[in-house]
């Protein structure tokens, strides 16, 4: 159980270009769902957070509007990198979490990536 | 700024040795301890939960120090598969919040 699945796995794209990647929770609902990225060799960094039905919360330094995130279901969550840029080239990894209430520790699952280069 | 720091290694280790990685972290009142796994241009998996009583799970066995802010792992009877990054976790409130990520030790078991 638990499975978290991206789409796409890999994407190369021109700059100037959007692309979007698609964060699927299988098995379980997904109220919460985060998205990462990591540079090479970098630790992953947390990029936003995604709640089901309401605007996304950003970490400092990410910009929203180059971002866009929206998580339209319990099921879904979709990041799409806007005007696009070799700089955004990276692993981009989404994880859902699957909490019970009252629960103390709330594990998150990970999607197995999407790698994006921009030429 | 939340900061969770870890040897980047590499540790090289023969197969069958013991092997111990530490990992610190500045938010004192971080509530959720985990070490992932994560393998050549993959997804991070979780290797286990850490509590404050110690936990065991087969030949790996978390500590966590919540006084010394240091969260500790031990691989016994070390096998090749074991070579990975290992990753040290922590969530600061306790399941709302996104995760932050130590860089990694990278592990290499040698035959």
């Known amino acids: 159980g638990a499975v978290v699945s991206q789409h796409p796995s890999r994407v190369i794209c021109k700059s100037g270009t959007s692309v979007k990647i698609e964060c699927r929770s299988l098995?379980?609902?997904?109220?919460?769902m985060f998205w990462y990225r990591q540079f090479p060799k970098q630790s992953l960094m947390l990029m936003a957070t995604?709640?089901?039905?309401?605007?996304?919360?950003?970490e400092q330094g990410v910009e929203k509007d180059k971002f866009l995130i929206n998580h339209a279901s319990l099921t879904l969550s979709t990041l799409t990198v806007t005007s696009a840029h070799p700089e955004d080239s990276s692993f981009y990894i989404c994880?859902?979490?699957?909490?019970?209430?009252?629960?103390?520790?709330?594990?998150?699952?990970f999607g197995p990536g999407t790698r994006l280069t921009v030429t | 700024r939340k900061e969770v720091e870890q040897d980047p290694g590499p540790f090289n280790v023969p197969e069958g040795a013991t092997v111990a990685f530490n990992c610190t972290y500045s938010?004192?009142?971080?509530?959720?301890f985990f070490w992932y796994r994560q393998d050549c241009r993959k997804e991070p998996k979780l290797l286990m939960s850490?509590?404050?009583s110690g936990n065991e799970d087969g030949r790996f066995t978390a500590q966590l120090n919540r006084a010394s802010q240091y969260i500790s792992l031990l691989i016994r009877d070390s096998k090749l598969s074991d070579s990975a990054t290992y990753l040290c976790?922590?969530?600061?409130?306790?399941?709302?919040?996104?995760?932050?990520f130590g860089k990694g030790t990278h592990l290499i078991i040698q035959p």
């Open positions: 850490v509590y404050s």
């Open positions: 994880s859902a979490q699957a909490g019970t209430s009252g629960g103390s520790s709330y594990e998150q699952y």
């Open positions: 938010n004192s009142a971080s509530q959720s």
């Open positions: 995604s709640n089901e039905g309401s605007k996304a919360t950003y």
């Open positions: 976790v922590v969530n600061d409130r306790g399941g709302a919040d996104g995760l932050t």
């Open positions: 098995d379980f609902q997904a109220t919460t």
